[in-house]
């Protein structure tokens, strides 16, 4: 009541030292406001439409606060600080509106009075307020101390819930345990007297399976050596024959590409075009023919090499082989990256023909990249650390991975790219007589990588 009354005793002092003010309240012998904006509309409807929304928005808080504290007077702490901002918002958004009306009606006194009235309301609630701060302070205190008991004794009650609970379903499982352990003990002895009677009889089935093991591992043995024996007499006659086969084929073969090229250097005026596009056609596949016969040579001489196992520096086998393909093919721009330092325990020959093979192959299917990029270097891949050569050319699908490695087997046609198809299968049979392994991975025309370990 202090706070209302002092206001009112403000209002009524203001009005008896001050009666001019209450004659000039509704005065409008001045020049309207929206004179000093030059009557702008956008810059005076700006003002306009600010004031108000301000105003009404004071008005609005007002309002909520008054029906808070009406709703919750019995209960809420500081209603009357509450009534005294609530005055103090209104008088404030009363001098918004006031200067939305003196845009076009100059009550000035009127306005000037009405923050007469909001400056006695602002100055009465900021001297108020200060002292209500430490009561403020002791109740939030209060309340926070009271949440954090309220929650202690939550938590203990809940506590004491859950260990009351295990200790009834701990009674409960005992009490089960004790009633079934006497049943469980005779099952159990049972069950043990007929395990001792099957382990005997166990014993004696496996006593007879181990002799009978024994004689045969002597048989399979004694047959392993006849059939080994039988195997490499047969890998050796093969051998003998495909190479003979492969040695008796090349006379013949170089017979008829000598008679063909002196029939075309000799007889070239008496042919047609027909003529000699034949003798060129049939030049061309006693030579790939011959090649295949090398390459077959190749695949045969493998399996009687002796190998001769050492730490090989492959990085230096690796940059000789690329610096002989760029010797032999300098038109071709073709960018190899070798990772320096790898080392192999190999034969450091039958390693070379691998590279060999393998580098080529990466040479020969880039053949159509002006960008040809060809990378040897090694990785951990599946587990363990393996070398690789990979290449950005024609790649191929990777359905017939499988039919890579096998003599013959070809992904593209002689057209496309050159090939007898066994440079692949020389390098997985390297590769095995090492005791490691090969696998392929590519993309048509994201290139190809060739994974090994020896």
């Known amino acids: 009541m202090r706070y209302e009354t002092g206001l009112i005793i403000a209002s009524a002092a203001l009005i008896f030292f001050w009666p001019q003010l209450v004659r000039n309240l509704f005065s409008a012998d001045y020049m309207p406001h929206g004179n000093c904006y030059f009557w702008t509309p956008d810059l005076v409807w700006l003002h306009a439409s600010s004031d108000s929304l301000i105003g009404l928005s004071y008005w609005a808080i007002t309002i909520t ?7 919750t007077r019995k209960d809420i702490p500081f209603a009357k600080m509450f ?4 005055i103090f918002i209104i008088t404030c958004g009363t001098t918004h509106l006031m200067d939305v009306l003196t845009l076009w009606d100059p009550y000035y006194w009127l306005s000037g009075s009405i923050k007469l009235v909001t400056a006695v309301a602002s100055v009465a609630t900021a001297v108020a307020l200060p002292p209500v701060i430490p009561r403020i302070i002791s109740i939030i205190q209060d309340a926070k101390l009271s949440e954090q008991r309220r929650v202690m004794l939550q938590r203990t009650n809940m506590d004491l819930q859950a260990e009351i609970q295990e200790r ?7 009490s089960h345990l004790n009633a079934n352990l006497e049943k469980r003990v005779l099952q159990r002895t049972a069950q043990l007297e007929e395990a001792n009677r099957k382990l005997r009889a166990e014993i004696s089935q496996r006593k007879k399976a181990e002799l009978e093991i024994k004689q045969l591992n002597e048989t399979l043995e004694q047959r392993v050596l006849e059939r080994t024996h039988q195997l490499n007499e047969t890998n050796r006659e093969l051998e003998a024959f495909s190479y003979s086969v492969s040695h008796d084929l090349r006379a013949p073969l170089r017979g008829i590409d000598g008679f063909s090229l002196s029939l075309l250097e000799d007889y070239s005026d008496k042919l047609d075009e027909q003529a000699r596009n034949y003798l060129a056609r049939i030049r061309n596949a006693s030579q790939r023919m011959g090649t295949l016969i090398e390459d077959m040579l190749n695949l045969s001489r493998l399996s009687r090499t002796q190998m001769k196992i050492r730490e090989t520096d492959m ?14 093919n300098p038109e071709r721009n073709v960018k190899i990256l070798i990772e320096p330092g790898l080392s192999i325990a ?3 020959n039958l390693l070379r023909i691998m590279l060999q093979n393998l580098i080529g192959n990466a040479w020969k299917f880039t053949s159509r990249r002006e960008d040809a990029l060809i990378e040897i270097g090694k990785t951990e891949y599946e587990g363990r650390t393996q070398f690789f050569v990979r290449d950005n050319g024609a790649g191929f699908n990777e359905e017939f991975a499988g039919r890579m490695f096998m ?13 007898t198809g066994i440079g692949l299968a020389i390098v997985q ?6 005791g490691g392994s090969i696998k392929a991975e590519g993309r048509i025309g994201r290139g190809a990588v060739f994974y090994f370990y020896l």
Do not use: C, M
């Not at 606060?65 to 709703?71: A, D, F, I, P, R």
């Not at 990085?315 to 032999?328: G, K, P, T, W, Y």
């Not at 003599?407 to 090939?419: D, V």
């Open 65 to 71: 606060l008054g029906v808070l504290v009406y709703k």
């Open 83 to 86: 009534v005294a901002f609530g």
């Open 168 to 174: 009834i379903k701990a009674q409960e499982e005992v």
């Open 315 to 328: 990085s230096s086998i690796a940059l000789e082989i690329s610096e002989e393909f760029r010797r032999n």
């Open 346 to 348: 190999a034969d450091e």
């Open 407 to 419: 003599p013959f087997q070809r992904l593209h046609t002689p057209g496309e790219f050159e090939g």
């Open 429 to 434: 049979r390297i590769v095995h007589r090492h």
